[in-house]
């Protein structure tokens, strides 16, 4: 299991990375040493197979809102495809208009991430989709509910089998499965930083490489770094100096809640950093909603530095550079509602 960052290994790879680049060509190497570009295909999924009849369901079962108890609510309430992946709120809205307790993280490109969640209890997309399912706060359903309301819209039957060939394709786990191979779709490759990891020099203007050998020199690629510009490991929020009550809750202490070890106190897996000029609010509370607030709180709370405007400005403009093509779905057709069809219920 991956360990968050104490603070002494948090300083010792800050100031592994501290040399300034020595000429541009050095940037892009440096660069290179530290991030990979997105493939243009999404990897395989331990044990769970791509087809287009899975990808299909997969992409039905997504936006299917009857997979909640109120038939109000489907994935993309939370994760919207068209707007970063995200719902743009603060905390999203669930079952009888509860608000969750941390902000909806992206699902473009979470299938790079070590875990999912803000505190990891997922191990992979197949663990996170049945999650918010059966959540009170969320989708408010059951496992067996799940399969009984599929069951309960024919339409359903032909596309199970189609994407699960075999006996009584409609399960839970089924449904799970189909969902985390849709979602490892929804990736957003080509974005100028991938160009430029790729050796183009020109994808990225002046200033944005030199937020770039900032985002490197100040330490922040001790965490964001990787194909996904983060997403790899967990670290404490408040490494040098803890945010405010506001920003950094004081009730939810992240990872421990998982893991009850007292050293994963207000630990929380480090965001990845792809398309997060279009992803506000910023944090697991979603209190900051300025880009350019959050990279330098980061600054103060995670590497004790002042960062100046013309940094925070750099740096700023370097993260518009992880913005890459967004996935273009169509809406599915979904099987229609039968007189039989469970109910939802308030």
């Given at each position: 299991?991956?360990?968050?960052?104490?603070?002494?290994?948090?300083?010792?790879?800050?100031?592994?990375?501290?040399?300034?680049?020595?000429?541009?060509?050095?940037?892009?190497?440096?660069?290179?040493?530290?991030?990979?570009?997105?493939?243009?295909?999404?990897?395989?999924?331990?044990?769970?197979?791509?087809?287009?009849?899975?990808?299909?369901?997969?992409?039905?079962?997504?936006?299917?809102?009857?997979?909640?108890?109120?038939?109000?609510?489907?994935?993309?309430?939370?994760?919207?495809?068209?707007?970063?992946?995200?719902?743009?709120?603060?905390?999203?809205?669930?079952?009888?208009?509860?608000?969750?307790?941390?902000?909806?993280?992206?699902?473009?490109?979470?299938?790079?991430?070590?875990?999912?969640?803000?505190?990891?209890?997922?191990?992979?997309?197949?663990?996170?989709?049945?999650?918010?399912?059966?959540?009170?706060?969320?989708?408010?359903?059951?496992?067996?509910?799940?399969?009984?309301?599929?069951?309960?819209?024919?339409?359903?039957?032909?596309?199970?089998?189609?994407?699960?060939?075999?006996?009584?394709?409609?399960?839970?786990?089924?449904?799970?499965?189909?969902?985390?191979?849709?979602?490892?779709?929804?990736?957003?490759?080509?974005?100028?930083?991938?160009?430029?990891?790729?050796?183009?020099?020109?994808?990225l203007d002046g200033r944005q490489k030199q937020g770039l050998a900032l985002f490197i020199g100040k330490g922040c690629a001790a965490c964001h770094s990787g194909i996904n510009a983060g997403g790899q490991?967990?670290?404490?929020?408040?490494?040098?100096?803890?945010?405010?009550?506001?920003?950094?809750?004081?009730?939810?202490?992240?990872?421990?809640?998982?893991?009850?070890?007292?050293?994963?106190?207000?630990?929380?897996?480090?965001?990845?950093?792809?398309?997060?000029?279009?992803?506000?609010?910023?944090?697991?509370?979603?209190?900051?909603?300025?880009?350019?607030?959050?990279?330098?709180?980061?600054?103060?709370?995670?590497?004790?530095?002042?960062?100046?405007?013309?940094?925070?400005?750099?740096?700023?403009?370097?993260?518009?550079?992880?913005?890459?093509d967004q996935p273009r779905v169509t809406l599915p057709s979904l099987p229609p509602s039968v007189a039989t069809t469970p109910r939802p219920k308030p």
């Amino acid at each position: 299991m991956m360990r968050p960052l104490t603070l002494a290994s948090f300083l010792v790879v800050i100031g592994t990375l501290a040399s300034p680049a020595r000429s541009q060509s050095d940037l892009m190497k440096q660069a290179q040493g530290l991030f990979k570009p997105l493939p243009a295909q999404p990897p395989a999924l331990p044990d769970n197979p791509a087809s287009p009849a899975k990808v299909a369901l997969g992409k039905m079962l997504y936006f299917d809102p009857r997979l909640s108890e109120s038939h109000a609510i489907s994935c993309n309430s939370c994760h919207m495809i068209g707007m970063g992946g995200v719902d743009l709120q603060e905390t999203s809205l669930g079952h009888r208009w509860q608000h969750g307790g941390r902000n909806a993280p992206t699902v473009y490109n979470a299938v790079f991430d070590v875990a999912q969640f803000w505190d990891g209890r997922a191990k992979d997309l197949e663990q996170q989709a049945g999650g918010p399912l059966v959540n009170p706060v969320e989708m408010d359903t059951t496992t067996g509910h799940v399969v009984e309301q599929l069951k309960g819209i024919p339409g359903y039957a032909a596309v199970f089998a189609k994407a699960f060939p075999g006996t009584d394709p409609i399960t839970f786990e089924n449904v799970r499965r189909a969902i985390a191979v849709f979602e490892a779709t929804l990736m957003t490759p080509n974005a100028p930083f991938d160009r430029y990891l790729r050796g183009d020099e020109q994808a990225l203007d002046g200033r944005q490489k030199q937020g770039l050998a900032l985002f490197i020199g100040k330490g922040c690629a001790a965490c964001h770094s990787g194909i996904n510009a983060g997403g790899q490991r967990y670290a404490p929020f408040g490494v040098v100096e803890r945010p405010g009550a506001d920003i950094l809750p004081p009730g939810d202490k992240g990872r421990f809640a998982v893991t009850k070890t007292v050293s994963d106190e207000y630990v929380f897996r480090v965001p990845s950093l792809r398309n997060v000029a279009l992803t506000p609010p910023y944090f697991h509370s979603g209190k900051v909603w300025d880009l350019r607030q959050a990279v330098a709180i980061m600054g103060n709370s995670q590497l004790g530095a002042r960062l100046t405007d013309a940094e925070v400005d750099q740096i700023s403009a370097f993260l518009g550079t992880l913005t890459g093509d967004q996935p273009r779905v169509t809406l599915p057709s979904l099987p229609p509602s039968v007189a039989t069809t469970p109910r939802p219920k308030p």
